[in-house]
């Protein structure tokens, strides 16, 4: 990543760079780690998933990595097939959790995606395409819009269970609050 990554602010511009970035990501596997084995197991854990993601991070890599991602684990969740091409995942517009059809939503790290995943009726897993110019101010992970077209049903739909571990993925939208302040709180409830 260090050879690849961007240094500068500039670099980012540089379509060659990041398509070689993109060509070395795609090609370690590291998108697909969380689909399926063949016994419905993903191949590596959230925590190995985390540490590429950091690693990532670290380099400043400006490769689409999360959405991607996400979106081979909701498919493994769902039980549905692989993707035949690179998409992402849809999430609420305030990023608290996965986006369900035609609600306003929007769709991260979408460089080379081509749809998203989002939910359908009853829990069905369905495909929105995507179209459009990226935007966002983060330069290094573009997000888009969700148009609220009509979506393709993918096969497989998600459970509840698995719709509330989506929602551990943007646990970070919602900060919580510091240790001292939940204390605090307790503390106030016990006084009173």
């Known amino acids: 990543m260090d050879r690849l990554g961007p240094r500068a602010v500039g670099r980012l511009e540089d379509a060659e760079r990041a398509a070689r970035l993109d060509a070395a990501v795609a090609g370690s596997g590291w998108r697909e780690l969380r689909t399926g084995d063949g016994t419905g197991a993903p191949w590596a854990s959230g925590v190995e998933v985390a540490i590429v993601a950091e690693a990532l991070g670290r380099g400043l890599a400006d490769v689409a990595f999360l959405g991607p991602t996400l979106a081979a684990d909701l498919r493994r969740l769902a039980g549905a097939s692989e993707a035949s091409a690179r998409e992402t995942v849809a999430l609420r517009a ?7 059809q035609g609600e306003d939503a929007v769709a991260v790290d979408v460089s080379g995606a081509g749809s998203a995943l989002a939910l359908g009726p ?8 995507l179209s459009g110019a990226p935007a966002g101010v983060d330069l290094t992970r573009p997000t888009m819009r969700v148009p609220a077209s009509p979506a393709t049903p993918v096969g497989g739909s998600v459970t509840e269970e698995a719709v509330r571990r989506c929602g551990r993925w943007t646990r970070w939208s919602r900060p919580r609050p510091s240790r001292r302040r939940r204390r605090r709180r307790r503390t106030r409830h016990v006084r009173r």
Do not use: K, N, Q
């Open 122 to 129: 009853g829990g069905a897993l369905a495909s929105v395409a």
């Open 94 to 100: 305030d990023l608290s959790g996965l986006a369900a």
